[in-house]
């Protein structure tokens, strides 16, 4: 297998001989307004370029969309992705709204799908902890599994929990994908994993890889790529830990 991170939450894996295009996030630098009540307003979304042309982006096999935050599918991807292309999503009211901007063949995961001989299994998400759940909303992962390849766990847009912690425990991922920019807004806490969430899932699967994504890229991060590696130096888990820089691919 192989996974290449584009930028944010926005990867592409090729897995048992299919190409999964997954949170496409696709905008040129600077597209979109700053996510309001949080830090850098004055830098507009994303805050990079996309590091390889949108047209290799969007080659692909199927789409996964976790959930329908703008840096997770925003107008480019609406625009530039076949509507014809299978596309997977959380739940039925994510489905729908994407069905209405054109898409024909939208299925909703659940937790056995299967898309040409390969598991795709949905997992649980929290977007944040306490009242800020109620507006961050609901979110999924996904577990990859196949005869011929590793375990893939993409967590998606959550912290450490209770769920995910019975994830890595049901399934044992070899390789773990986890949104670990610590974002959030003035108020409310994190939205995703920060560095004690991350060394929670290396203590909970010490063996796995585990790759960081959704970092500096958006403009309410909180924790660095620098930050994370140091972090993980210190707390002697830096050899199973990727923190790649946009447009990094990695094979397993």
């Given at each position: 297998?192989?996974?290449q991170?584009?930028?944010?939450?926005?990867?592409?894996?090729?897995?048992?001989?299919?190409?999964?295009?997954?949170?496409?996030?696709?905008?040129?630098?600077?597209?979109?307004?700053?996510?309001?009540?949080?830090?850098?307003?004055?830098?507009?979304?994303?805050?990079?370029d996309?590091?390889?042309?949108?047209?290799?982006?969007?080659?692909?096999?199927?789409?996964?969309?976790t959930?329908?935050?703008?840096d997770?599918?925003?107008?480019?991807?609406?625009?530039?992705?076949?509507?014809?292309?299978?596309?997977?999503?959380?739940?039925?009211q994510?489905?729908?709204?994407?069905?209405?901007?054109?898409?024909?063949?939208?299925?909703?995961?659940?937790e056995?799908?299967?898309?040409?001989?390969?598991?795709?299994?949905?997992?649980?998400g929290?977007?944040g902890?306490?009242?800020?759940?109620?507006?961050a909303?609901?979110?999924c992962?996904?577990?990859?599994?196949?005869?011929?390849?590793?375990?893939?766990?993409?967590?998606g847009d959550?912290?450490?929990?209770?769920?995910v912690?019975?994830?890595?425990?049901?399934?044992?991922?070899?390789?773990?994908?986890?949104?670990?920019?610590?974002?959030?807004?003035l108020?409310?806490?994190?939205?995703v994993?920060?560095?004690?969430?991350?060394?929670?899932?290396?203590?909970?699967?010490?063996?796995?890889?585990?790759?960081?994504?959704?970092?500096?890229?958006?403009?309410?991060?909180?924790?660095?790529?620098?930050?994370?590696?140091?972090?993980?130096a210190?707390?002697?888990?830096?050899?199973?830990?990727?923190?790649?820089?946009?447009?990094?691919?990695?094979?397993?």
């Amino acid at each position: 297998m192989k996974i290449q991170h584009i930028r944010n939450a926005t990867l592409k894996l090729e897995y048992a001989g299919k190409t999964f295009l997954i949170d496409p996030f696709l905008a040129d630098k600077g597209a979109y307004p700053a996510f309001p009540n949080s830090a850098r307003q004055d830098q507009k979304n994303p805050l990079t370029d996309l590091p390889v042309s949108l047209d290799s982006i969007i080659d692909a096999d199927a789409v996964i969309v976790t959930h329908l935050h703008l840096d997770h599918w925003d107008d480019v991807a609406k625009e530039s992705l076949s509507k014809d292309i299978p596309l997977f999503t959380q739940n039925e009211q994510d489905a729908q709204e994407i069905r209405n901007s054109g898409f024909q063949h939208v299925e909703v995961l659940q937790e056995d799908t299967v898309f040409e001989g390969i598991q795709l299994m949905r997992t649980k998400g929290e977007h944040g902890r306490g009242p800020i759940l109620e507006i961050a909303g609901s979110v999924c992962g996904v577990v990859f599994k196949h005869e011929d390849e590793k375990t893939v766990y993409i967590a998606g847009d959550t912290v450490w929990y209770e769920e995910v912690e019975k994830v890595i425990q049901r399934h044992q991922p070899e390789v773990i994908v986890v949104n670990a920019g610590d974002n959030q807004f003035l108020e409310g806490g994190s939205l995703v994993m920060g560095t004690e969430d991350v060394l929670a899932v290396h203590e909970a699967a010490p063996t796995a890889t585990i790759l960081s994504v959704h970092m500096e890229a958006v403009n309410h991060w909180a924790l660095s790529r620098t930050e994370l590696r140091q972090f993980a130096a210190e707390h002697h888990f830096s050899a199973q830990l990727i923190v790649p820089e946009d447009g990094d691919d990695f094979t397993f």
